[in-house]
């Protein structure tokens, strides 16, 4: 900026803030975003100083991608519309599947069970009154069948949310696609993936930290040979922020757990630029539209950055970041429940003004049950009315440039390093799970947010403000049959019945060899699965060899 | 009473999502009572078993994953098993549709809270259901 510019801008800026405060003694009144962050009530290039349009922001496309990962974007192509589905058996959720891929759904999204992400069969005492109950369930290879059967595995994407049994899904998937005639290369999709962040918030584990690193590392390092259209982690902030965690927390803890896997991989022995291209992100959208866009757009930049300065990666899809984005659960409220459809609107908008890859719409009923159909068609018309009527689909990072919008992104960038630089003093992210440092991070953001809500600090309609006496939910509920369980049983007992018995032990035998001597799993994992051994006999063998991690209860 | 009050929070079944079961265990601490906190994955022996040796006045149990009708059932049936059941105040809280609240309140369950609670609300409730159940 020119001094003289500089010099008149700070002198209006001046007179505006001394005539504000004259009249409105009320600005000295604090205004946060969602997450505690500090608000002006107006910003202007005195925020910007040392803002540097080519260092800082570039063009679309290009390093450091703080305006996209594409150089036409939505033009080029609409981001994919990406809605989570599964529940009870695998014939169900194959229906559901369908139905949304006639409703104009461009890839499929996996939901699994409790006991399938935990690594039980649907037998297993700790199952009981949870199969099919968060998600589809999925035993076998059989099962695996149902669930894509009438579904070319090479026409559609596929994302798993699978975290401590993934390299399992991956095998099964494999394995459905060469009885579809489909080989492994053309398999497009993703894995969730990343068990760091279950130690940090979802809690869904098997093994302790190491192994379960090991084991991501194998899959890269399979994938990268044969399933290169695959991204083998999807690195998740959503269930941190979902856990109670501020914006800012969400983008560092996650990009952190980025690095951690970058590190692992190069200390695996790889090039960095034979796994970065396939690693993808995946975000929260929450009620607080400018924090979020600045959180993606800060995203972007800190990771292109870190790859190419710090982790030494040449080619530039190793720079990018590409992420998925779905709304904020947590934002959803059990009551007025229809007014959700606003909040996710809201939320799906700031996802797409943020540069998101794909997208999943929550469903308005999803703060009381799984949805129903209904509920999940407005969902997706919710992302498709942004994309064809709202506009907002045809400019490149429109809000790019914005006093406000470009002040907030380099705030979310500072306090991602602030936190970079903790997470090192302590040793890293494993030294930090293992200290319950996330833990007691995210805990007590959630109790500040909860706080704020009861002190009416914060209000959210219908729960604190605007209430309706003595309401009735009215809105139909998507209901799980018990009977599921029992069918899921008789299925398993018969399955087991009619396989190989020796094929089954001789892989799992083989797959505990290759644990004990720190040889790549994935092949003998898929063994297993052709032999149509069962998740949780595959999962128990690994835990003979590797234990079981327990957290300590800190609240 | 002298006492302090004493609640379990417990997160039974495979779930994860501890949030709430975090932040209420922490509101009731800092209302003044004795809170332990089961950590996760307990299975409704577990629960009981806890509850007893630490002679509590309150179980909390937060269930989000659809499975609070086998858990819940199987908790009320063990607390009677040991002669605990008019003993200790059994509530919850989670996401739970009407029809099967008033089913599991049918059953001996005292209070079941939903998204939207203050810990206010809660905090009260057990003050009240414990002085009732000791006067």
Known sequence: MADSSHEKISEAEQRYRRNLAAKNPKDGESFTTISGEPLDILYTPLHLENFDLVRDLGFPGEYPYTRGVRDDMYRGRLWTMRQFAGFGTAADTNRRFKYLLKHGQTGLSTAFDMPTLMGYDSDHELAQGEVGRCGV???????????????PLDKVSTSMTINAPAAILLALYIAVGEKQ???????????????????????????????????????????????????????????????????????????????????????????????????????????????????????????????????????????????????????????????????????????????TQSLHTNSFDEALCLPTEKAVQIALRTQQVIAHETGAASVID???????????????????????????????????????????????AASAYQRSIEQEKRLVVGVNRHQVKGEEVEIDLLKIDPAIEKSQHERLRDLRARRHDRAVTGALKNLQKAAREHRNQIPDILEAVRAYATLGEICDALREVYGEYREPPIF | MDRKIRVLIAKPGLDGHDRGAKIVASALRDAGMEVIYTGLRQTPEMIVGAAVQEDVDVIGISILSGAHMTIFSRVMDLLKEQGADL???VCGGGIIPTEDREKLEDIGVRGLFGPGTTTGEIIEFIRTAVTDKTA
């Open chain 1, 137 to 151: 369930a999925i035993d076998s290879l059989e099962d695996m069948e149902i669930l894509f059967d009438g579904i």
């Open chain 1, 181 to 355: 005639g489909i080989s492994s290369e053309q398999l497009r999709g993703t894995l969730q993936n990343d068990i760091l962040k279950e130690y940090i918030a979802q809690k869904e584990w098997i093994f302790p930290p190491k192994p379960h690193m090991k084991l991501i590392t194998d899959i890269m390092e399979f994938c990268a040979r044969h399933v290169p259209k695959w991204n083998t982690i999807s690195i998740s902030g959503y269930h941190i922020r979902e856990a109670g965690s501020t914006a800012i927390q969400e983008l560092a803890f996650t990009l952190a757990d980025g690095f951690t896997y970058v590190e692992a991989g190069i200390e695996a022995g790889m090039d960095v630029d034979t796994f970065a291209p396939r690693l993808s992100f995946f975000f929260n959208a929450h009620m607080d539209f400018f924090e979020e866009i600045a959180k993606y757009r800060a995203a972007r930049r800190i990771w292109s950055r870190a790859m190419r300065e710090k982790y030494r990666a040449k080619n530039p899809l190793s720079w990018l970041m590409r992420f998925h984005t779905q709304t904020a659960g947590c934002s959803l409220t059990a009551q007025q429940p229809e007014n959700n459809i606003m909040r996710t609107a809201f939320e799906a908008l700031s996802a797409v003004l943020g540069g």
């Open chain 1, 398 to 444: 429109p809000l790019g440039g914005s006093y406000f919008v470009e002040a907030l992104t380099d705030r979310m960038h500072q306090g991602a390093e602030e936190y970079f630089r903790r997470i090192g003093e302590i040793g890293g992210v494993i030294a930090g799970i293992e200290k319950g440092f996330f833990q007691r991070e995210i805990a007590a």
């Open chain 2, 87 to 89: 003993e200790v105040v």
